[in-house]
Protein backbone atom coordinates (compact mmCIF):
# COMPACT_ATOMS: atom_id res chain seq x y z
CA UNK A 1 0.00 0.00 0.00
CA UNK A 2 2.95 2.38 0.82
CA UNK A 3 3.78 1.64 -2.95
CA UNK A 4 0.45 3.14 -3.91
CA UNK A 5 0.99 6.66 -2.15
CA UNK A 6 4.05 6.87 -3.58
CA UNK A 7 2.45 7.51 -7.03
CA UNK A 8 0.00 9.79 -5.97
CA UNK A 9 0.95 13.02 -7.80
CA UNK A 10 1.13 16.31 -5.46
CA UNK A 11 1.34 19.12 -7.77
CA UNK A 12 1.49 22.43 -5.16
CA UNK A 13 2.27 26.30 -6.10
CA UNK A 14 2.00 29.76 -4.36
CA UNK A 15 -0.19 31.59 -6.95
CA UNK A 16 0.50 35.25 -6.69
CA UNK A 17 -3.37 36.41 -6.54
CA UNK A 18 -5.79 36.17 -3.84
CA UNK A 19 -7.96 32.83 -3.49
CA UNK A 20 -10.79 34.02 -4.68
CA UNK A 21 -9.18 34.33 -8.26
CA UNK A 22 -8.06 31.03 -8.22
CA UNK A 23 -11.31 29.83 -7.63
CA UNK A 24 -12.69 31.46 -9.73
CA UNK A 25 -10.05 30.49 -12.60
CA UNK A 26 -11.47 26.79 -11.63
CA UNK A 27 -15.16 27.41 -10.73
CA UNK A 28 -16.11 29.58 -14.19
CA UNK A 29 -15.78 27.09 -17.35
CA UNK A 30 -15.23 30.08 -19.68
CA UNK A 31 -11.85 30.34 -17.68
CA UNK A 32 -11.31 26.72 -16.71
CA UNK A 33 -11.01 26.01 -20.87
CA UNK A 34 -8.18 28.45 -20.91
CA UNK A 35 -5.84 26.61 -19.03
CA UNK A 36 -7.40 22.57 -18.94
CA UNK A 37 -5.55 21.61 -22.25
CA UNK A 38 -2.33 23.36 -23.88
CA UNK A 39 -3.05 25.39 -27.02
CA UNK A 40 -3.57 25.17 -29.93
CA UNK A 41 -5.80 21.95 -28.31
CA UNK A 42 -9.14 23.45 -27.26
CA UNK A 43 -11.05 22.41 -24.42
CA UNK A 44 -15.03 21.86 -24.44
CA UNK A 45 -16.70 22.18 -21.15
CA UNK A 46 -19.44 19.48 -21.90
CA UNK A 47 -20.71 19.65 -18.74
CA UNK A 48 -19.71 21.67 -15.49
CA UNK A 49 -22.55 21.30 -12.67
CA UNK A 50 -20.65 22.66 -9.88
CA UNK A 51 -21.67 20.79 -6.97
CA UNK A 52 -21.50 17.54 -4.80
CA UNK A 53 -22.75 14.84 -7.52
CA UNK A 54 -22.65 17.02 -10.79
CA UNK A 55 -21.20 16.43 -14.44
CA UNK A 56 -17.80 17.34 -15.33
CA UNK A 57 -17.28 16.72 -18.85
CA UNK A 58 -14.54 18.06 -21.09
CA UNK A 59 -14.03 17.11 -25.30
CA UNK A 60 -10.61 18.44 -25.82
CA UNK A 61 -9.61 18.67 -29.77
CA UNK A 62 -6.53 19.03 -31.36
CA UNK A 63 -6.08 20.67 -34.91
CA UNK A 64 -5.33 17.59 -36.83
CA UNK A 65 -9.15 15.99 -35.78
CA UNK A 66 -7.56 14.00 -32.79
CA UNK A 67 -9.62 13.98 -29.54
CA UNK A 68 -9.81 12.93 -25.64
CA UNK A 69 -13.34 12.84 -24.25
CA UNK A 70 -13.59 12.96 -20.35
CA UNK A 71 -16.36 12.53 -18.55
CA UNK A 72 -16.46 13.02 -14.69
CA UNK A 73 -18.02 13.71 -11.80
CA UNK A 74 -17.71 16.11 -8.68
CA UNK A 75 -17.50 14.66 -5.49
CA UNK A 76 -17.01 17.62 -2.97
CA UNK A 77 -16.86 21.27 -3.53
CA UNK A 78 -16.39 23.54 -0.57
CA UNK A 79 -16.17 26.90 -2.23
CA UNK A 80 -12.81 28.81 -2.18
CA UNK A 81 -11.22 25.87 -0.35
CA UNK A 82 -11.76 22.30 -1.95
CA UNK A 83 -12.99 20.55 -5.24
CA UNK A 84 -12.88 16.54 -5.82
CA UNK A 85 -13.70 15.26 -8.66
CA UNK A 86 -12.95 11.98 -10.38
CA UNK A 87 -13.50 10.12 -13.62
CA UNK A 88 -14.73 6.58 -12.37
CA UNK A 89 -18.22 8.56 -12.08
CA UNK A 90 -20.25 11.01 -14.52
CA UNK A 91 -23.22 13.16 -13.14
CA UNK A 92 -25.49 11.98 -10.25
CA UNK A 93 -22.68 9.57 -9.05
CA UNK A 94 -23.48 7.08 -11.87
CA UNK A 95 -20.45 3.99 -12.44
CA UNK A 96 -18.16 4.39 -15.89
CA UNK A 97 -15.34 2.96 -16.59
CA UNK A 98 -13.21 5.25 -17.52
CA UNK A 99 -9.88 4.83 -20.19
CA UNK A 100 -7.65 7.22 -17.48
CA UNK A 101 -9.40 6.23 -13.74
CA UNK A 102 -8.32 8.85 -11.44
CA UNK A 103 -9.81 11.05 -8.36
CA UNK A 104 -8.11 14.49 -7.83
CA UNK A 105 -8.32 16.95 -4.81
CA UNK A 106 -7.64 20.57 -5.36
CA UNK A 107 -6.76 22.79 -2.21
CA UNK A 108 -6.44 26.22 -1.92
CA UNK A 109 -5.02 28.19 1.43
CA UNK A 110 -4.38 31.71 1.72
CA UNK A 111 -0.33 32.59 2.03
CA UNK A 112 1.08 35.57 2.63
CA UNK A 113 -0.32 37.79 -0.51
CA UNK A 114 -1.25 34.82 -2.33
CA UNK A 115 -2.94 31.49 -2.60
CA UNK A 116 -1.02 27.81 -1.95
CA UNK A 117 -2.61 25.67 -4.75
CA UNK A 118 -2.10 22.07 -4.22
CA UNK A 119 -3.49 19.36 -6.22
CA UNK A 120 -3.65 15.63 -5.38
CA UNK A 121 -3.90 13.16 -8.27
CA UNK A 122 -4.61 9.78 -7.47
CA UNK A 123 -4.55 6.32 -9.82
CA UNK A 124 -6.06 2.98 -9.18
CA UNK A 125 -2.79 0.08 -9.14
CA UNK A 126 -4.84 -1.56 -11.67
CA UNK A 127 -3.68 1.64 -13.66
CA UNK A 128 0.04 0.58 -14.29
CA UNK A 129 -0.34 -3.02 -14.56
CA UNK A 130 -3.85 -3.04 -16.96
CA UNK A 131 -3.60 -5.77 -19.08
CA UNK A 132 -5.84 -4.32 -21.71
CA UNK A 133 -2.96 -1.86 -21.89
CA UNK A 134 0.21 -3.14 -23.74
CA UNK A 135 3.22 -2.46 -23.29
CA UNK A 136 3.64 -0.63 -26.28
CA UNK A 137 1.13 1.88 -24.88
CA UNK A 138 3.61 3.18 -21.79
CA UNK A 139 6.70 3.19 -24.44
CA UNK A 140 4.50 4.96 -26.48
CA UNK A 141 4.15 7.97 -24.13
CA UNK A 142 7.46 7.71 -23.24
CA UNK A 143 8.34 10.69 -26.25
CA UNK A 144 5.33 12.38 -24.62
CA UNK A 145 6.52 12.73 -21.41
CA UNK A 146 9.84 14.33 -22.23
CA UNK A 147 8.54 16.74 -24.22
CA UNK A 148 5.71 17.86 -21.77
CA UNK A 149 8.35 18.47 -19.27
CA UNK A 150 10.14 20.20 -21.57
CA UNK A 151 7.30 22.16 -22.28
CA UNK A 152 6.54 23.00 -18.42
CA UNK A 153 10.29 24.61 -17.61
CA UNK A 154 9.56 27.07 -20.03
CA UNK A 155 6.28 28.10 -18.50
CA UNK A 156 8.12 28.45 -15.13
CA UNK B 1 10.03 27.67 -27.24
CA UNK B 2 7.70 27.45 -30.54
CA UNK B 3 9.71 24.41 -31.92
CA UNK B 4 8.56 22.38 -28.58
CA UNK B 5 5.33 23.70 -28.74
CA UNK B 6 4.82 21.79 -31.70
CA UNK B 7 6.17 18.80 -30.64
CA UNK B 8 4.18 18.87 -27.52
CA UNK B 9 1.20 19.61 -30.02
CA UNK B 10 2.03 15.98 -32.10
CA UNK B 11 2.76 14.12 -29.42
CA UNK B 12 -0.51 15.09 -27.61
CA UNK B 13 -2.29 14.82 -30.71
CA UNK B 14 -0.80 11.36 -31.83
CA UNK B 15 -1.82 9.83 -28.39
CA UNK B 16 -5.17 11.62 -27.34
CA UNK B 17 -6.89 9.33 -30.54
CA UNK B 18 -8.13 5.92 -29.60
CA UNK B 19 -7.49 4.61 -33.46
CA UNK B 20 -3.57 5.78 -32.40
CA UNK B 21 -3.67 4.73 -28.84
CA UNK B 22 -4.71 1.14 -30.38
CA UNK B 23 -2.29 1.09 -33.20
CA UNK B 24 0.53 2.30 -30.42
CA UNK B 25 -0.46 -0.68 -28.92
CA UNK B 26 -0.48 -3.23 -31.22
CA UNK B 27 3.24 -2.19 -31.85
CA UNK B 28 3.75 -3.11 -28.33
CA UNK B 29 3.77 -6.46 -29.58
CA UNK B 30 7.12 -6.15 -31.86
CA UNK B 31 7.47 -4.48 -35.14
CA UNK B 32 4.31 -5.40 -37.88
CA UNK B 33 4.06 -4.51 -41.47
CA UNK B 34 1.34 -1.44 -42.56
CA UNK B 35 -1.11 -4.36 -43.78
CA UNK B 36 -1.01 -6.77 -40.67
CA UNK B 37 -1.05 -3.63 -39.08
CA UNK B 38 -4.55 -2.18 -40.43
CA UNK B 39 -6.53 -5.68 -40.63
CA UNK B 40 -7.82 -5.05 -37.04
CA UNK B 41 -9.08 -1.34 -37.90
CA UNK B 42 -12.26 -0.94 -39.62
CA UNK B 43 -10.93 1.50 -41.99
CA UNK B 44 -10.19 2.24 -45.59
CA UNK B 45 -6.45 2.44 -45.73
CA UNK B 46 -5.57 5.83 -46.63
CA UNK B 47 -7.61 6.78 -43.37
CA UNK B 48 -5.27 4.61 -41.73
CA UNK B 49 -1.93 5.31 -43.63
CA UNK B 50 -3.11 9.03 -42.25
CA UNK B 51 -3.08 8.05 -38.58
CA UNK B 52 0.55 6.25 -39.13
CA UNK B 53 1.73 9.45 -40.78
CA UNK B 54 0.69 11.74 -37.35
CA UNK B 55 2.32 8.87 -35.36
CA UNK B 56 5.08 9.16 -37.26
CA UNK B 57 5.68 13.02 -37.83
CA UNK B 58 5.43 12.57 -33.45
CA UNK B 59 8.35 10.71 -32.96
CA UNK B 60 6.49 8.20 -31.19
CA UNK B 61 6.68 5.44 -33.69
CA UNK B 62 9.19 4.77 -37.23
CA UNK B 63 8.66 3.34 -40.40
CA UNK B 64 11.00 1.41 -42.83
CA UNK B 65 10.44 0.15 -46.38
CA UNK B 66 11.78 -3.15 -47.67
CA UNK B 67 10.66 -3.51 -51.31
CA UNK B 68 6.76 -3.42 -51.06
CA UNK B 69 6.78 -4.13 -47.48
CA UNK B 70 6.33 -1.23 -44.81
CA UNK B 71 7.09 -2.24 -41.58
CA UNK B 72 6.26 0.54 -38.29
CA UNK B 73 8.19 -0.13 -35.07
CA UNK B 74 7.70 1.84 -31.71
CA UNK B 75 10.63 4.09 -30.85
CA UNK B 76 10.86 3.18 -27.22
CA UNK B 77 13.27 4.39 -24.42
CA UNK B 78 14.29 3.16 -21.35
CA UNK B 79 11.51 3.75 -18.81
CA UNK B 80 9.20 0.99 -17.10
CA UNK B 81 6.19 0.94 -17.92
CA UNK B 82 4.51 2.19 -14.01
CA UNK B 83 7.25 4.91 -14.33
CA UNK B 84 6.00 5.89 -17.94
CA UNK B 85 2.88 6.07 -17.10
CA UNK B 86 3.33 8.15 -13.79
CA UNK B 87 5.46 10.80 -15.37
CA UNK B 88 3.64 11.51 -18.09
CA UNK B 89 0.30 12.05 -15.91
CA UNK B 90 2.62 14.15 -13.68
CA UNK B 91 3.80 16.07 -16.63
CA UNK B 92 -0.35 16.93 -17.50
CA UNK B 93 -1.12 18.45 -14.35
CA UNK B 94 2.25 20.38 -13.65
CA UNK B 95 1.50 21.94 -17.01
CA UNK B 96 -2.09 22.59 -16.46
CA UNK B 97 -1.47 23.92 -13.03
CA UNK B 98 1.32 26.01 -14.51
CA UNK B 99 -1.58 27.27 -17.11
CA UNK B 100 -3.65 28.11 -14.18
CA UNK B 101 -1.22 29.57 -12.15
CA UNK B 102 -0.08 32.06 -15.51
CA UNK B 103 -3.57 33.09 -16.23
CA UNK B 104 -5.02 33.82 -12.46
CA UNK B 105 -1.96 36.19 -12.22
CA UNK B 106 -2.37 37.59 -15.74
CA UNK B 107 -5.77 38.65 -14.60
CA UNK B 108 -4.95 39.45 -11.58
CA UNK B 109 -2.86 41.78 -12.78
CA UNK B 110 -5.17 43.51 -14.79
CA UNK B 111 -7.32 43.86 -12.26
CA UNK B 112 -4.75 45.73 -10.49
CA UNK B 113 -3.73 48.01 -13.23
CA UNK B 114 -7.31 48.90 -13.34
CA UNK B 115 -7.38 50.27 -10.05
CA UNK B 116 -10.27 47.66 -8.65
CA UNK B 117 -7.44 44.48 -7.16
Not at chain 1, 54 to 68: L, N, Q
Request: net charge neutral.
Amino acid sequence: MADLESRDLVISRLVRAPRAKVWKAWSDPGLLKQWWCPKPWTTEVRAFEFHSGGAFHTYMSGPDGGSSDNPGCFLDIVPQARIVMTSLLTGGWRPATPWLAMTAIVTMVDEGEGTRYVATVMHPDEATKDKHEAMGFFQGWNTCIDQLETFAQTLR
Amino acid sequence: MANQLTQLTGVFSALADPTRRAIVGALGRGPTSVSVLAEPFDMALPSFMKHLSVLERSGVIRSSKSGRVRTCELRPKPLSQAEAWIARQRAVWETRTDRMSALVEQLHQEDFDRGRP
